[in-house]
């Protein structure tokens, strides 16, 4: 699976150098490609901003260099079509726009991606990327417009990493055991159990006794139960979701 980051800080995206991902791309699995968004300009500055039509606070990013930017990453996907906009659209690689105005990101969502070939990334910084250049990158992408949440970054590059890395693991080979993945928290609409190691005491608390029992049967129902409770206290939006699904 290949992934093209975009961006005005291509340094930042090094740490997908190390851990698992690190291990991934070492082993041929998950390929990340960063391109520096100022290599598309060319004025001395190398400018990527300027200031907004109608007026308001801060810049916003000139759509040109992100048009000569993602031209350049489309043509280099895995399925590139000699002539992009014939591409049909399942073929089309996906360009992921991280906003706090778009959809929200979701495990569900992540699984989705790690089934494609090519993901592309547009870092956005400032005020955010000329509207212009969603509709037009429609011919070389299907184009998804993402929120890692309901708070603002400063940039999309925190948003680039969560999302490779959520939807990276899930590339069959990134993750050792892919058991451990079938368990995790949202793969079922609930929140993860809690979760304890050795020693079964320490500094004065225990484990819960029906985890040393041996009993199978019984850990699973206890955990289950865990699972629906924590749903319930912390997520009453996921524990709506899943019990409507009863
Ligand atoms: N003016 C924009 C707004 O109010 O929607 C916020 C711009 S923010 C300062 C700069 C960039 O950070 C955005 O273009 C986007 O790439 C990224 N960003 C900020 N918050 C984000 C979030 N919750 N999810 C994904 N990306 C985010």
Redesign the pocket.
């Known amino acids: 699976m290949r992934f093209d980051v975009v961006t005005i800080f291509p340094e930042y995206l090094a740490v997908l150098d190390v851990s698992l991902l690190g291990r991934a791309r070492r082993e041929g699995l998950v390929d990340v490609h960063v391109h520096d968004l100022r290599d598309f300009t060319f004025d001395r500055h190398r400018t990527v901003d300027d200031t907004p039509y109608g007026g308001g606070a801060?810049m916003v990013m000139k759509p040109e260099p992100w048009a000569l930017a993602l031209e350049h990453v489309a043509a280099q996907g895995p399925a590139a079509p000699a002539e992009p906009s014939s591409a049909a659209p399942g073929d089309r690689p996906v360009l992921l726009v991280?906003?706090?105005?778009?959809e929200r990101f979701t495990q569900r969502f992540a699984r989705e991606l790690a089934e494609r070939e090519h993901v592309a990334i547009a870092?956005?910084?400032?005020?955010?990327?000329d509207e212009r250049v969603f509709g037009w990158a429609e011919e070389l992408f299907e184009v998804r417009l993402?929120?890692?949440?309901?708070?603002?970054?400063?940039?999309?590059e925190v948003?680039a990493l969560a999302m490779i890395e959520a939807i990276g693991r899930l590339v069959p080979g990134v993750v050792g055991n892919p058991a451990s993945l079938v368990e995790e928290s949202h793969e079922d609409g609930l929140l993860e159990y809690p979760v304890y190691t050795k020693p079964a005491d320490w500094r004065g608390r225990a484990v819960p006794p029906v985890l040393l029992s041996g009993d199978h049967g019984k850990v699973a129902a206890w955990r289950r139960a865990q699972q629906e409770e924590r749903t319930r206290e912390r997520r009453p939006d996921l524990w709506a979701a899943y019990d409507s699904e009863d």
């Open positions: 801060g991280p906003t706090p105005s778009g870092c956005g910084r400032y005020e955010g990327i993402v929120s890692l949440g309901d708070y603002v970054l400063n940039g999309g948003a």
